[in-house]
């Protein structure tokens, strides 16, 4: 069993940055952000695997980074030139196989509790 605690959200106007964390009780291979906006499907975001390979959706190409301390079962997400539309609740996410970067909320076994991040206009 994995448990993942998450923290770093907040409020911030359009522009801003925010840092999220996400410590996990024990290593998994692939490690991930999701967000769920409200009256929304949760959406994928950002994944790594323990070797440190990611991938993103498009639309935080350029502005999100994903990355780990393995040292620390913790995997963090940098978010910069935050959107309005970038405004959900953000869970970390875990698996043991790590084959395939997917963003498939499905194929996760293990969720954290969320942390709300707001982007004002």
């Known amino acids: 069993q994995v448990q993942l605690v998450e923290s770093g959200g907040g409020s911030v106007q359009a522009g801003g940055s925010l840092r999220l964390s996400c410590a996990a009780s024990?290593?998994?291979?692939?490690m991930a952000w999701f967000r769920q906006a409200p009256g929304k499907e949760r959406e994928g975001v950002a994944v790594?695997?323990?070797?440190?390979?990611?991938y993103y959706i498009d639309s935080v190409k350029g502005r999100f980074t994903i990355s780990q301390d393995n040292a620390k079962n913790t995997v963090y997400l940098q978010m910069n030139s935050l959107k309005p539309e970038d405004t959900a609740m953000y869970y970390c996410?875990?698996?043991?196989?790590?084959?395939?970067?997917?963003?498939?909320?499905?194929?996760?076994?293990?969720w954290g509790q969320g942390t709300q991040v707001t982007v004002s206009a």
């Open positions: 790594i695997s323990s070797g440190g390979r990611t």
């Open positions: 024990v290593s998994s291979n692939c």
């Open positions: 996410a875990a698996r043991s196989r790590c084959w395939v970067l997917t963003l498939s909320p499905d194929n996760y076994n293990y």
